[in-house]
Nanobody, 125 residues
Framework: QVQLVESGGGLVQAGGSLRLSCAAS????????MGWFRQAPGKEREFVAI????????TYADSVKGRFTISRDNAKNTGNLQMNSLKPEETAVYYC??????????????????WGQGTQVTVSS
């Protein structure tokens, strides 16, 4: 089992930045992919970004390319999502996810096995 705990959410003005973190514990290793999804009120959960086990490969949703950066520190068992130029429509609960695969290229088709409880990000206009 892998446990994931997100942090770093909060309130930010449009155009601002936030950095989310995901702490992984349990049976963790670098042989698993990590990623982020988000769910806005009244909408389905959507894929945001994913990073390979070694951190060399990433895939992003088109809507966040060029503004969000996913990274990881395997020595610390953490993953991060740097979000810049945030928009009000990106207000959502952001979820960290992981699984024991190399499916970083799946993008929105990725179906992870492990999920965090989410952290709220609110972008004011």
């Amino acid at each position: 089992q892998v446990q994931l705990v997100e942090s770093g959410g909060g309130l930010v003005q449009a155009g601002g930045s936030l950095r989310l973190s995901c702490a992984a514990s349990g049976r963790t290793s670098s042989a698993y992919v990590m990623g982020w999804f988000r769910q806005a009120p009244g909408k389905e959960r959507e894929f945001v970004a994913i990073i390979s086990g070694g951190g060399l490969h990433t895939t992003y949703a088109d809507s966040v390319k060029g503004r969000f950066t996913i990274s990881r520190d395997n020595a610390k068992n953490t993953g991060n999502l740097q979000m810049n130029s945030l928009k009000p429509e990106e207000t959502a609960v952001y979820y960290c996810a992981a699984d024991r695969s190399n499916n970083w290229a799946l993008g929105a088709r990725w179906a992870p096995n492990y999920w965090g409880q989410g952290t709220q990000v609110t972008v004011s206009s």
